[in-house]
C-alpha cells in the first residue's frame, strides 16, 4: 500500500495524528495494545505532544513501538517511560510500507518499547 493510501486509511480509521512539526500513524488492537505504525517528528517537543495525544486515546492499555537500536529516538521513549521489552533482529521479509528489505536492514538490531497505561489487576485465588 502507498503512503498516501495508508495516510488516508488512517485518517478514516481515526489513527492519524497530524500537528505542527510532527506525524503520527497508530492502531489500536482488540487487546487494547496502540501500535505506533509511524512517527515523525521534526519540532522539539512535538514527540512529546503526540505521545500525550496517544495516552488518551480510549481504550488503550498499553502503547507499543519498534525503533532501530542504533537510533537516537531510543532516548525519547526511554525518557517518557516506556520500557525496553525486548530487542529483536529484522527478518529477511517482506515491509509492508517500502517492499522487500535490503541487504543491509536484514539482521539489525529493533528495539521493541512498551509504555504501561492501565495495570493489569491480577486474578485472586479467593482462598481464606
Avoid at 485518517?11 to 510532527?22: A, F, Q, T, V
Avoid at 492499555?61 to 531510543?74: D, E, L, Q, T, V
Wanted: net charge positive.
Amino acid at each position: 500500500m502507498a503512503l498516501m493510501e495508508r495516510l488516508i486509511k488512517a485518517r478514516d480509521n481515526g489513527e492519524l495524528i497530524l500537528i505542527d512539526g510532527g506525524m503520527c500513524v497508530f492502531h489500536l488492537r482488540r487487546d487494547r495494545q496502540l501500535t505506533i505504525t509511524e512517527i515523525v517528528s521534526t519540532r522539539k517537543g512535538a514527540g512529546s505532544e503526540m505521545l500525550d495525544k496517544l495516552k488518551k486515546v480510549e481504550g488503550a492499555h498499553s502503547i507499543f513501538a519498534k525503533c532501530p537500536a542504533g537510533w537516537k529516538s531510543n532516548k525519547f521513549y526511554e525518557k517518557q517511560g516506556f520500557e525496553l521489552e525486548k530487542t529483536e533482529e529484522q527478518p529477511a521479509k517482506k515491509n509492508q510500507n517500502q517492499g522487500f528489505f535490503s541487504q543491509e536492514e536484514v539482521g539489525k538490531k529493533i528495539n521493541c518499547w512498551r509504555l504501561t497505561l492501565v495495570k493489569k489487576k491480577r486474578a485472586s485465588l479467593g482462598l481464606i
